[in-house]
């Protein structure tokens, strides 16, 4: 895969943020988002035929604009949109099972924090890692302890090639010890779903990627 995708990559679900899920995704596209992961869970989430109708809307604006579409957790969900990827985490369908339902086109990321769930996503095909959270959270209801930037700087030390997406309470202000320590990219909910301008902070993580040589 071409990993500049995975640069600015944005999740969001209809209960992350207070506005119009489909203005927000627009404006983020607008500042600059390289991908998007359509999450549709915890407090207050949509199920069903909601969740679904929802999902093909924000599919239709990544579509219009280029931006690859992804589906958290939900296989049938992503296999039914034709989605261009799914992204699933140690407690979900594995990623050899995904392998063998999916097309080969769909992209599988996997996430993973230890060096040991790194080198699994690699044999089992998957084509990207989640690692976090980097920092605090209060977005994912059953985060774990932050691992911080450092659990990224040790993986590539390892020799870990795989690209690697950061998340976790990145913000404008932290995002480049991320990027410093040899992810591919980040990935934010809150610091773009929540702000009262989703294009200008966009915009404002789009030039830290600049400054930190993701520039593609
Ligand atoms: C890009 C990316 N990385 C990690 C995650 C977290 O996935 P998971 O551990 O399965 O937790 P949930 O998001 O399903 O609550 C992610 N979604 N995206
Ligand atoms: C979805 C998710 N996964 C995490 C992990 O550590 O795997 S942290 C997280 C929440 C990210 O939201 P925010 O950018 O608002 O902190
Ligand atoms: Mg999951």
Same mark, same amino acid.
């Given at each position: &895969?071409?990993?500049?995708?995975? +640069?600015?990559y944005?999740i969001?679900? %209809? @209960?992350n943020?207070n506005?119009?899920?489909?203005? /927000? ?11 998007f ?13 909601e969740?679904q ?7 239709q ?9 992804? /589906? ?5 969900l992503?296999l039914?949109?034709?989605a261009?990827? *799914?992204h699933?985490g ?5 990623v050899r099972?995904i392998?063998k339902?999916a097309p080969? +086109? &769909?992209?599988v990321g996997?996430s993973?924090k ?5 080198k %699994?996503?690699v044999?089992d095909g $998957?084509?990207? *890692?989640?690692?976090?959270p980097?920092?605090i959270?209060?977005?994912k #209801? ?6 911080g930037?450092?659990r ?5 030390? #390892?020799g870990m090639?795989?690209? *690697? ?8 202000? @932290?995002?480049?010890?991320?990027l410093?320590?040899g992810a591919?990219g980040? $990935?934010?909910? +809150?610091a *773009?779903? &929540? %702000? ?5 902070a966009? +915009?404002?993580?789009k030039k830290?990627l600049?400054? @930190?040589?993701?520039? #593609?």
């Open positions: &895969m071409n990993r500049h995708i995975l +640069s600015l944005f969001m679900g %209809s @209960n943020t506005e119009s899920p489909v203005h /927000v995704l627009q404006q983020a596209i607008e500042g600059g988002i390289t991908c992961q359509f999450r549709e869970k915890g407090h207050g989430a949509l199920v069903g035929k969740k109708q929802l999902a093909r809307e924000l599919q604006v990544c579509q219009a604009n280029g931006v690859p579409f992804f /589906v958290n957790d939900d296989l049938k992503a039914e949109l034709e261009d990827g *799914i699933v140690q407690d979900d369908i594995p099972e392998k339902l080969a +086109s &769909m992209l996997v993973a230890t060096l040991e769930e790194a %699994s996503a044999e $998957a084509d990207y *890692i989640g690692t976090g980097m920092f959270t209060s977005t #209801e059953d985060a774990d302890v932050p691992v930037p450092e990224i700087r040790f993986l590539r030390e #390892e090639t795989l690209p *690697i997406v950061g998340i976790g309470g990145i913000d404008e202000k @932290n995002a480049h010890h991320v410093e320590a591919d980040i $990935a934010v909910i +809150s *773009i779903s &929540m %702000s009262r301008h989703p294009k200008q966009t +915009s404002d993580l830290i600049m400054e @930190n040589g993701r520039n #593609e």
